[in-house]
């Protein structure tokens, strides 16, 4: 599933639990949703081989 799929079913998620009115399922949602968009804005990981060559520039 893409992240954008995955916000919009937290987000849908948070529009039915926002209709039950529980604020803490409420908040969880929230982080959840922070998360998932932070890894979106987040540069994926180096690779081990990119890892390897700045380790090695670096000597």
């Known amino acids: 599933m893409s ?3 995955t916000i919009d079913a937290i987000r849908r998620v948070e ?3 926002i209709e039950e ?3 803490i ?3 969880l949602c929230h982080l959840l949703l922070l998360q998932v968009a932070s890894q979106m804005v987040a540069p994926p990981p180096a690779s081990v081989d990119e ?3 700045v ?3 670096a000597s």
Do not use: E, F, K, N
């Open 25 to 27: 399922a409420i908040y």
């Open 51 to 53: 890892r390897r060559d």
């Open 55 to 57: 380790s090695h520039q």
């Open 21 to 23: 009115g529980d604020p």
């Open 3 to 5: 992240r954008a799929r």
């Open 15 to 17: 529009d039915m639990l």
